[in-house]
């Protein structure tokens, strides 16, 4: 059973935007035991969606289309879909009202003839209601397999992948079972990590495999395995673990399930009934939005000073302007100050703080572009640790972010 | 002349990366004219990428390989390119020692079989030097076609293309000019827009193509053109750029060429030397985050408070607590308190302040889930917006963001 992802919009193939929905697509598959066999990314162009889905069809079993679905002339997924299948256009009666709706309640401009299309689908589709959107999904079945046309709208999508999509797959196949248990590492490279534990690879049973993914600071060690017999395969990768583990045991963190470093610290956060307070400069509130963007970050999640410019450090952390003339803004005394600051300020049981040079051009300290301070602090100490972590700006940011990560959660996690 | 990309990695197809090279690839090549026909990503299979490989010759005239060149066992490109081409590696000397150099200068671990294994190349393969890396790019040409094979780690695989692989292309082939010209636009919808400027989209010439590329609260109107005299085409763009914004100009933002709103707002706010601060709650360090990943952010932007808690508000903000119990956390009061706190805390010219209930579920307030309120703080005046965007977590998220950046623009666009 192979099954295929076909995105469709020359504004990925230009480089306009990223494409993130199919990382979503093959994860959320995955873990129903679908694993996506390519991903094909084409332009909005009649023949090359006809050549796309005929060399789908003769590969896969189910064949998922994101994109082009849009009320404008630019889109033409529907059109083309009809032209493939040989079918027509009719309109959906239960599509037309919730348009209707979507308009009367959150657009609040009259709706236009060509809103009113959007609820016109082929004849034999059935509908996958969209709750945020105007364009429906689409399931077509032909010789056994299964065509899903899919809005490209991000979160439009999403709901309705975990919503229709994979219930009515499941319903419908069987899939084996597949797992995936990623070992998070810090601090060795992943050649140094391969020389160490090549005895455990060439051991691995068939069914499972491991992949290296390193990347800034941090290589991830991917287990993968396959099979029929659900209890099986979790009991085979059960023993690949605990063989592995002690051999990675000075560099391992955690597992990542599906999980980002910011939702493991928070799960456990907010397990403790703990609390978190930021003070963020060069990483300008990335680490903030980092735990922002995931639901429940309330409940463990006060709230956070971006103490960009050097004046705000003294007037709004509170830092001290003969410290900050002394050992400059980039500094031990500074991070530290400002990491006790904001844990004070929010009254929380931890707090972290970065201060640093990203780049491109020094700031308002001599410190060399890339070097980054970052502090923890608790009620009872604060410590912080510097780095160098490049000269480019974007790679300084987010390494400084992931190191934050990194040692908050050592923090947490100490008994 | 068509170009084909290829990404080669079991991490992107199961979703555990998002594949942004081929998004970098995109647009770098559309830049010196080069359209990519396909992207194609697929498993770290011999057979596939054989596959792959074949149908990207019947299709393509350049393949763009990326991935899959790393010293451990489960990246096989390189053996594979050997089979699909029949060749053999070989030792590349100038390639072993810079492996060498790099593990000297940067690793400082001794390097081991498997690193020197990286100096491994097909015999027929010109070697692109990785500046940043251990593994080389790789031309192989063959029948007039052309296969570059580059490292998957974004940074070492951008520095290649632009220094190695951009410049052999365009010594090697002639391509016809293209050019993009897009229009931020903000407050109306994409089929609004699209009936307001039908006349204009039908009378287009065949070689511009226009593009409506919608988000959460804007859209971008992309007008794409391609032919074999620069001049020609650019005089084409300019005709239909100045037919189309005095139908746009209510809603025309700015040109996006490689710019954000946020980069926007930052040039203007420079250029006239004032300043900025932010108060967000909902956002969470969104609208912080969108102007400090651009250089030069410490020009304009002093900080920005994320007052997450509500007794935060009322400790860092110095919002009154009694404000917050008559009127709600989630209110005009406590959004216009946030946004003038916050101006005075950071002595700026302009604040911005959200605060609602981005959900899931209902918080420390009864608004309902996708409530904002938006102010704009100056030294003389300060106003708000409510909104309600949606019932989705992340969409109130970026909804919320894009709408403060546009209430921001339009704020300092007054004369």
Redesign the interface.
């Known amino acids: 059973m192979q099954t295929e992802i076909i995105t469709i919009g ?11 929905n ?7 598959l ?1 873990k129903v035991g679908i ?10 162009e009649k023949s ?1 969606i006809l050549k ?1 889905l005929k ?1 789908a069809e003769e590969n896969a079993d189910i064949i998922i289309i994101t994109g082009g679905l ?6 033409i997924t529907k059109h083309t879909l009809c032209e493939y299948f040989n079918d027509t256009l009719v309109e959906d009666k239960a599509v037309l009202k919730h348009v209707e709706f979507l308009f009367s309640n ?2 609040k ?1 009259p709706i ?1 003839e ?2 009113k299309q959007q609820a016109l689908v082929p004849s034999r589709a059935k509908v996958l209601k969209n709750e ?1 959107g105007t364009a429906p999904g689409m399931w077509i079945e032909k010789n056994g397999k299964v065509f899903v046309s899919l809005p490209g ?3 439009e999508m999403k ?1 309705l992948v975990s919503n229709a999509v994979i219930p009515k797959l499941l319903e419908q196949f069987k899939f084996p079972y597949i797992m ?1 248990k ?1 070992l998070l590492t810090y601090g060795l ?4 990590i ?2 160490r534990i090549e005895a455990f ?1 060439d051991a691995l049973p068939s069914f499972i ?7 800034l600071g941090r290589v ?1 060690l ?1 287990l ?1 395995a396959k099979g029929i017999d659900k209890v099986k395969v979790e009991a085979a990768m059960k023993i690949q673990v605990n063989l592995l583990l002690p051999q990675v045991k000075d560099i391992f963190v955690g597992f990542e399930e599906d999980n980002t470093i910011e939702v493991l610290i928070g799960a456990r956060l907010t397990e403790m009934g703990k609390t978190l307070a ?1 003070a963020e400069s060069c ?7 980092g ?3 995931n ?1 429940g ?2 409940k463990y ?9 050097t ?2 450090k003294v ?2 952390l509170g830092v001290s302007e003969d410290v900050i003339n002394k050992d400059s803004v980039v500094s031990k005394t500074v991070a530290e100050a400002m990491a006790k600051n904001v844990l004070t ?3 929380t049981d931890y707090a972290i703080s970065t201060t640093g040079n990203a ?3 020094k ?2 300290s001599d410190a060399e572009v890339g070097t980054v301070w970052i502090a923890i602090a608790t009620k009872t100490q604060v410590y912080s640790e510097i780095f160098n972590f490049s000269n ?4 300084v ?1 987010m390494k400084a972010t992931n190191k934050a990560f990194e040692m908050l959660l050592k923090e947490i996690s100490k008994k």
Chains 1, 2 share one sequence.
């Open positions: 020359d504004e990925i193939l230009i480089g306009q935007i990223v494409d993130t199919s990382a979503f697509l093959g994860k959320e995955n694993s996506i066999y390519q991903i094909t990314s084409i332009q909005d090359h796309a060399e849009g009320p404008t002339k630019d889109d959150y657009i401009t236009s060509i809103n945020f709208v991000p979160y709901t995936h990623t490279g992943e050649s140094a391969a020389s690879e495999k491991l992949a290296y993914l390193p990347s991830r991917r993968s930021i990483t300008g509130g990335r680490i903030a939005q735990f922002t963007a639901a970050a309330s999640f006060k709230g956070s000073i971006v103490s960009y410019a004046a705000s007037d709004v300020l929010f009254n780049g491109p051009a700031g308002d480019q700006r974007e790679k940011i």
